[in-house]
């Protein structure tokens, strides 16, 4: 990437690939920190192009040590193995960006474009992604990138408007998602608002690339993206089209049961804590299918995959709050708050709020299990 848009790789930029490949943690946090200072001091032309690839060994290095080596195997099989040949594979979390990268650029198979969706909006990156895969795939351009962002600033506004004007109609403005208009200027801030705008971002780049098929490891609930899309695996497939005759009960059960299998692995595993990374990874991909699930009307499987969850990581918000949710939303409100208030007093470094409550009570905060 350096020769191509002609910039030279510092000695900071070449200590923590060295720290990298010799295995040595401690240096290696050190040398990223150092190069993430450089970089935000606005005096780094060359990280600005070359951060995708230093971002991405970091995130490598980190479910490295992290994951027990079979278990990262596992995963990384498990994700790209469930593609199609040609398909591209989005990943949200940092296991499920790092890991399919890992395997993806290391392994014998089919090597598929393989992004994230939460990087679509930073320009470097898109210089990367245009470099890796700009013979396979049409990347965003920055104008499209800025289009994206004002576009949700002008659905944003209308709605704050609305909350305004009608202030005794349901609220319009999410919870968690702070929209305020300074100076005459809208303004936008919290992790609701960068999703939604991620999200605008995807759809695009699938616009671009409608000859292509995508498949999706959520980080935040994409919820646009429901309507189309089916489970694949541990994944969703996006975009499918004849999604009333793909997406059965049959294909509902048939998820849920790739799901038991997998708890069952986990439970098997008696060295494995609640709370390791593997597990919280597989539950919250399990919780992301319960969603998809539930979207579809398909009640009493979801409410299994989110049980399933549970099983796989006690531990786990995604699909602790997402079980809550259901519950209280089927006339379970008694049985909602309980599991809320066990989860929070068992696990009160895992309590998300205000983000993943507000995202599985439906913009009511705890109320929907409280209730």
Known sequence: MASRFKVSVAPDVERFFAAVAAGRWEELNAAFEALKQRRESGHAEDLGVLWGPILETLLIAECGHDWPAQKLLDYGQATLGSLRPGMV???????????????????????????????????????????????????LTTEESQRAFQDYLSEAQKRLAHDQQFPDEPKQIRP????????????????????????????????????????????????????????????????????????????????????????????????????????????????????????????????????????????SPEAAYGLARLLATTGRAEEARQLVADFERAHPSKDPAPVWKFIYSGGRGEEAARR
Do not use: C
């Open 89 to 139: 594979y989005v990943g949200g979390t940092d296991p499920g960006r790092g890991i399919p990268t890992l395997l993806n650029e290391t392994g014998d198979g089919e090597r598929h474009v393989v992004i994230t969706q939460n990087a679509l909006a930073d320009g470097s990156y898109l210089r990367y992604l245009d470099f890796l895969y700009g013979d396979r795939v049409k990347t």
């Open 176 to 315: 968690g998602e702070d929209v305020r208009v300074v100076d005459g200027r809208v303004q936008v801030t919290g992790q609701i608002a960068v999703m939604a705008i991620n999200e605008i971002l995807l759809r695009t780049f699938m616009t671009k690339n409608p000859d292509l098929a995508f498949a999706l490891e959520e980080s935040f609930p994409l919820k646009s993206t429901y309507p189309n899309a089916v489970p694949l695996g541990p994944l969703m497939e996006l975009g499918v089209q004849d999604v009333q005759n793909s997406f059965t009960r049959d294909s509902a059960a048939q998820a849920v049961n790739y799901w038991r299998d997998t708890a069952q692995q986990f439970l098997s595993d008696t060295a494995a804590s609640a709370d390791s990374a593997p597990r919280l990874s597989y539950a919250k991909m399990a919780a992301a299918q319960a969603a998809l699930l539930a979207d579809h009307q398909y009640g009493a499987e979801a409410e299994q995959a989110y049980r399933v969850a549970v099983q796989i990581s006690p531990a």
